[in-house]
């Protein structure tokens, strides 16, 4: 009973609903606008919970590094459209090859065309001995901040196996055939840095097993469940929506097409009703005149044409702004943000927002949830770098923002202010 036209191409497993989510960001301006707005809106500065002026501009190096502000943006949008974002931390490493005969040690970058990453090993002549051998690889830590970077995995890669009665999870990246084929033709790009264990299992033809306190696993709670301990993308409540709107303005483009420019018809038109202008005159004459006239008009505007007759004129078609379908579009739309819980007034930019409005009071509460969630991200990835440069752990909190204005502190405020 509850079949429709939109039924028909329901994604059958989650990849696919993951895929259809990331196609409606596409497909419907209003959803893609609203999760923009979503995801940027609450982001303010960050604020470290220090007193030593060192260390907080340690911590502001990092978030320059990072990228932090423009991550977070990122995130939101990967948190509102597939409902999970996987986030893990690349820290640099220097890698060097020594040579296993003089123990000659060079940077892999640095190494030239003597030595090359081939049949899994990285091997060629050494520069030092002159013995073609099998390097040596040792990778060392590198504290360099603008090396750092914060990885948002495709979560089309990602397999979890969950355990819904421990609550125990495993992340496993399936490595896509593009990195494969990369890093078996020896592209120093990937070689030179990339971890020798990620190599060890593109070798190995095995998807790589996250440690599981390394990788952040963000999952929106707002679909209220999961599937194989992933949050089902809440975008696809707004499935049948969307597969509506875009029919709706597929039905609007045919009707442009065909309806809108209609065919203008000059002909001979009879002085009488007994009197038949095509046995009296010459058509060709006419047509060739009439063409002519066209031209000049268009090229003056003040051209006349002295015609030995009358001349009628006929459009054939046009009536298609009769045929659109614009007001039932909006309705679409104002259904799409209603299932957002965006209103038309946060989509637009307008400013005449008031304190009594219900809906933006719980649209801030919502957004508020989001920030929690957000901080939560910050500090997990502040701790491991923390950690990793040997420096204090502090907590990192966003400057609190509002939606709305507090009008009962501004009306305070102007009393205070009238009884001086």
């Known amino acids: 009973p509850w079949f429709t036209v939109a039924n028909q191409f329901l994604p059958r497993n989650l990849h696919d609903v993951i895929r259809w989510a990331r196609y409606i960001t596409i497909q419907s301006p209003t959803t893609t606008e609203a999760l923009r707005k979503y995801s940027t809106y609450p982001i303010t500065d960050f604020i470290v919970d220090s007193k030593d002026e060192k260390l907080k501009k340690r911590y502001e190096e990092v978030f320059k590094s990072f990228k932090l502000t423009q991550s977070l943006h990122d995130i939101g949008f990967e948190y509102f459209t597939s409902g999970n974002v996987f986030l893990s931390i690349y820290f640099p490493i220097v890698r060097s090859l020594i040579c296993p005969s003089c123990a000659t040690v060079y940077n892999v970058k640095k190494a030239g065309k003597h030595i090359h990453f081939k049949n899994w090993k990285f091997n060629g002549t050494c520069p030092h001995c002159g013995i073609k051998t099998d390097f040596i690889v040792k990778d060392a830590k590198s504290m360099a901040v603008e090396d750092m970077n914060l990885i948002k995995w495709n979560p089309l890669n990602i397999a979890v196996n969950h355990n819904p009665i421990t609550g125990e999870y495993e992340y496993y990246y399936k490595i896509p055939n593009d990195i494969k084929r990369r890093v078996q033709t020896g592209d120093s790009l990937f070689v030179n840095s990339l971890p020798m264990e990620y190599i060890e299992a593109i070798k190995n033809n095995k998807d790589f097993k996250f440690d599981s306190n390394n990788l952040f696993h963000l999952k929106n709670l707002s679909t209220g469940a999961t599937v194989e301990g992933i949050a089902v993308p809440p975008l696809l409540s707004l499935f049948g929506l969307v597969f509506y709107q875009a029919t709706l303005r597929k039905a609007n483009e045919a009707v442009a097409n065909e309806h809108l420019n209609p065919l203008r018809v000059v002909f001979p038109q009879p002085q009488t009703a007994n009197t038949d202008p095509v046995v009296a005159m010459s058509m060709r004459s006419f047509v060739s005149n009439m063409e002519s006239a066209i031209q000049k008009h268009k ?122």
Not at 319 to 332: D, F, M
Not at 360 to 385: G, P
Not at 386 to 411: H, R
């Open 299 to 420: 090229k003056d505007k003040g051209y006349f044409l002295i015609a030995p007759g009358p001349v009628g004129y006929q459009a054939v078609g046009g009536e298609g702004k009769n045929l659109l379908v614009s007001q039932e579009i909006q309705q679409a739309e104002e259904a799409i943000l209603l299932s957002l819980g965006v209103s038309r007034e946060l989509l637009s930019g307008m400013t005449n927002w008031t304190s009594s409005t219900v809906g933006l009071r719980m649209l801030e509460n919502t957004l508020k949830s989001y920030v929690t969630q957000l901080e939560s991200v910050i500090n997990w990835v502040m701790s491991k770098v923390a950690v990793y440069l040997g420096i204090a752990v502090c907590e990192v909190t966003m400057e609190p923002f509002q939606l709305l204005d507090d009008e009962v502190f501004k009306q305070g405020i102007m009393a205070l202010a009238t009884s001086d």
